[in-house]
């Protein structure tokens, strides 16, 4: 999968109006539903299936309450962390109970891929997530996006002051003023993707610098804590915790700012979180089909006006009006199966981060 700079710009969609729901065993594609109804393929589809969700509750608890009253199958959640349920899926293997594998990032993707345990995905989710949101061996996709961005007190910094990238951060005259949250699967999928992009000596002479220079918190809502009560001037985080505080009560966002690193700078880094079907599934016909459902009108809609504030990736839905639009971050082009998952914990741990 590649994440472009101007990866929305111009996508025409093949399944604009179906709501997805057609996905079934065979992979085949059916024709588009109108938003709203239930097409043939899913009507037909019925039990139930088990998710194994890293994604933010809330949303795979909406997504899956939607498909059940559009379907009738049954959707249990087990929620957990994105490494914690990769290696339960490998070590369960093809005893494991679970239909269905979503993430918050996409390293957790690769390493179940690698293990060989997810299966194809159908045309009719090929037709709805365009290609810079999966894998081109098409064994998972994206189910939604956030950004990386620098948040920063307004009242200590000052927008002539930001740093140009993130490798800026490395610098002496960084040390002590700013934050991160480096055990988290967050913060590790943008290590991953500056070794994707800058190599392991590079990495390494990084995360070393980190290591002198930054505070660690434990999660990135912290960070943004931090950064609002003038802890740090500033903090790398993802995108939708300013957005998420804003449309509550605003108290851990009123004093920051997000900055944007763009020009391809790994700071720029779009994530993208994952869904797959896995090949031991007893119940795949179910299970492509609420693949399908949330990459599909629905269920990116549902993620549109949600309360998540993560970006859309499937059916052309437009991300939610209050997000600078993906086109405009000026992301680097990623490959997601790449994204070492393994390596960068070691790196980090060897570096004293974790």
Not at 109 to 134: H, I, S
Not at 149 to 175: G, I, Q
């Amino acid at each position: 999968m590649k994440i472009r700079n101007n990866a929305l710009a111009g996508i025409a969609l093949l399944a604009t109006a179906t709501l997805g729901l057609a996905a079934c065993g065979s992979g085949s594609a059916t024709p588009a539903a109108t938003a709203g109804a239930t097409s043939s393929a899913a009507a037909a589809v019925s039990g139930e299936i088990t998710v194994y969700n890293a994604q933010h509750e809330s949303m795979t608890k909406a997504w899956a309450e939607e498909f059940t009253k559009e379907t009738g199958v049954k959707v249990t959640l087990r929620q957990g962390k994105d490494s914690e349920m990769s290696n339960q899926i490998i070590q369960e293997g093809d005893k494991s109970p679970a239909d269905v594998f979503i993430t918050e990032n996409s390293p957790a993707m690769t390493q179940v891929e690698n293990a060989g345990l997810f299966a194809d995905l159908t045309d009719e989710v090929k037709k709805q997530v365009p290609e810079e949101y999966r894998p081109s061996t098409n064994k998972w996709t994206g189910v939604a996006a956030r950004s990386t961005v620098f948040v920063y007190n307004k009242e200590k910094l000052t927008e002539d002051k930001l740093p140009k990238s993130l490798a800026d951060l490395a610098n002496p005259d960084w040390k002590g003023r700013w934050g991160a949250s480096p055990s988290g699967a967050d913060f590790q999928a943008i290590v991953s993707a500056y070794l994707e992009l800058k190599g392991e000596a590079e990495t390494v002479k990084w995360l070393t610098a980190m290591k002198e220079n930054f505070k660690g918190y434990q999660g990135n809502g912290a960070v943004m804590k931090a950064v609002n009560a003038g802890e740090i001037e500033g903090g790398v985080i993802y995108h939708y915790y300013y957005f998420g505080d804003q449309a509550k009560t605003g108290e851990n966002s009123k004093n920051i700012a997000s900055h944007y690193f763009k020009n391809q700078d790994p700071g720029a880094f779009v994530s993208i979180s994952g869904g797959g079907v896995l090949n031991s599934s007893k119940n795949k016909a179910a299970a492509e089909a609420f693949l399908a459902f949330i990459t599909g009108k629905k269920g990116q809609e549902l993620l549109q006006t949600g309360k998540d504030f993560e970006y859309t990736v499937g059916s052309d839905v437009p991300s939610n009006e209050k997000l600078t639009p993906l086109a405009d971050l000026e992301a680097p082009t990623v490959d997601a199966s790449k994204l070492n998952s393994k390596k960068v914990t070691e790196l980090m741990t060897k570096a004293g981060l974790l």
